[in-house]
């Protein structure tokens, strides 16, 4: 079954591939933004073909299925040969998902497009807004194959830094610079892949991270950066397991510099019951580097606060759902009590027992809370920093990332691919929550039912 289940994952993979790379040789290797799917050529068409859409769920729920049985199969002890067989199969299937162009996200266009137009063009990105650099710069092919985002650049100063790299390769050609960034994608995904190894020496731990469907879709296909996070977290719980916790401090700055959202696993980096001293001082360390390497590389850190633009958003979430009801609510007002909540939420689960032991169930429940309450702009993409932590999960803690990651991927593609469009509104939303309270009112229920059993014997 294992090996059957390894077949037909790469024939689902490769049968992907090969339509894309129809598809960009059809368009004389110049591909517009959103690029192929099995349904949609552009996002302006929306015309529905039902062997399309049943081709595509079948490949979505396929790659879920086989992703499953592995699971199920894989054995946890260390075994160097399996784990090289393990780490091939990995990098096999990251590469045929690199192939793939994304197909329900243009994120990757704009990253390109904002590192190019400020490493060629010296616009900086945090202080000119996009859509007015597009404007000026119509006759780039790369630029203005972008989203017309009418923003400034919202992402950490790292992020900058890699999206700066690919923009200044010297080539007009949109594909060459998807594909560049896409090599970085998946390097990052191989070196979370070896961390997870390192610190658990776990081939089943490495599985459920390097073939997850979210991960795949999201981290390779799409192109997220949220990838880059997830390598910083687990280089910070490795630094951990050696002690390093300087280090380790330094890790969450660099995963904090490319999104704000890995500072609430902070806490869980630096604990420490019985010096509460110390983890000031890491805090201190924490805050210190985080204002000084902005001010060092921007000069005012106010631009950084830009990421918080995102929050502005209402797509898919909570609050969208209470626009689209047409509430005489005020979202604004609820959208910042929901921010509220999440803090006082945190000041339970942290602050108050400071002096108590910490566990990995509590981060994974915080930012849960964190996707429900702060983010205005619910997307799929942002769970994948829930591998961050896996290393250090008990088997409930991965089956419920491993329930959740899948809920929230095939959720967004059921959705988008029966012509919802970009902003899902509240099917979405319902779609991803009430599966996942579902699945952990199940669980508690299970953990009550053991509870019993053990008494009555």
Not at 88 to 116: K, M
Not at 191 to 204: D, E, P, R, V
Not at 322 to 334: A, D, E, M, P
Request: charged share 15%.
């Amino acid at each position: 079954m294992k090996k059957v289940s390894k077949a037909v994952m790469i024939i689902l993979m490769l049968i992907y591939a090969i339509f894309n790379v129809k598809y960009i040789i059809e368009a004389n290797f110049k591909i517009e933004c959103f690029g192929a799917s099995m349904i949609l050529q552009n996002i302006t068409n929306h015309s529905l073909s039902k062997i399309n859409l049943i081709a595509f769920l079948i490949f979505v729920g396929g790659l879920i299925v086989t992703y499953l049985i592995l699971i199920a199969k894989e054995s946890k002890e260390e075994d160097k040969k399996e784990t090289s067989k393990l780490f091939i199969f990995i990098a096999i299937v990251s590469v045929l998902a690199g192939i793939i162009l994304p197909n329900n996200s243009s994120d990757v266009y704009y990253y390109i497009a904002s590192g190019r137009a400020d490493s060629i063009y010296g616009y900086d990105m945090y202080d000119v807004n996009f859509l007015e650099i597009q404007d000026k710069l119509k006759e780039d092919e790369v630029v203005s194959n972008s989203p017309a985002w009418n923003q400034k650049f919202i992402y950490g100063i790292v992020f900058s830094a890699i999206c700066k790299f690919v923009g200044s390769i010297p080539v007009e050609n949109t594909l060459v610079l998807l594909y560049a960034f896409k090599i970085l994608n998946i390097i990052a995904h191989i070196i979370n892949c070896y961390l997870i190894y390192k610190i658990t020496k776990n081939n089943k731990m490495v599985l459920i991270y390097g073939l997850n469907p979210l991960i795949i879709f999201e981290g390779i296909i799409n192109c997220h950066n949220d990838i880059y996070m997830v390598t910083f977290v687990l280089l910070a719980l490795y630094l951990k397991k050696k002690n390093k916790i300087d280090l380790a401090v330094i890790s969450i700055v660099l995963a904090t510099l490319i999104k704000y959202i890995p500072v609430v696993l902070l806490p869980y980096i630096i604990w420490d019951k019985n010096n509460i001293k110390k983890m000031i001082l890491y805090v201190v360390e924490f805050l210190a580097l985080f204002f000084g390497i902005n001010l060092l590389f921007l000069g005012d850190v106010s631009k950084i606060l830009s990421v918080l633009d995102q929050t502005a958003k209402y797509a898919n979430s909570l609050y969208l759902v209470l626009i689209l009801l047409r509430t005489r609510l005020n979202v604004g007002k609820i959208a910042l009590a929901g921010k509220a909540l999440f803090c006082l939420i945190y000041f339970i689960k942290v602050v108050l027992k400071i002096k108590k032991e910490t566990n990995v169930r509590t981060y994974i429940e915080l930012l849960l809370w964190f996707f429900l309450l702060v983010i205005t702009n619910f997307r799929c993409w942002y769970f994948i920093l829930l591998f961050g932590l896996l290393p250090d999960m008990k088997s409930k803690d991965a089956y419920l990332t491993i329930a959740t990651t899948i809920i929230v991927e095939f959720a967004n593609y059921v959705i988008y691919y029966l012509g919802e469009g970009y902003i899902y509104g509240w099917i979405y939303f319902a779609m991803c929550v009430i599966p996942i309270v579902i699945y952990l009112l199940a669980e508690k229920a299970v953990e009550v039912y053991k509870e019993k059993k053990q008494i009555t014997t």
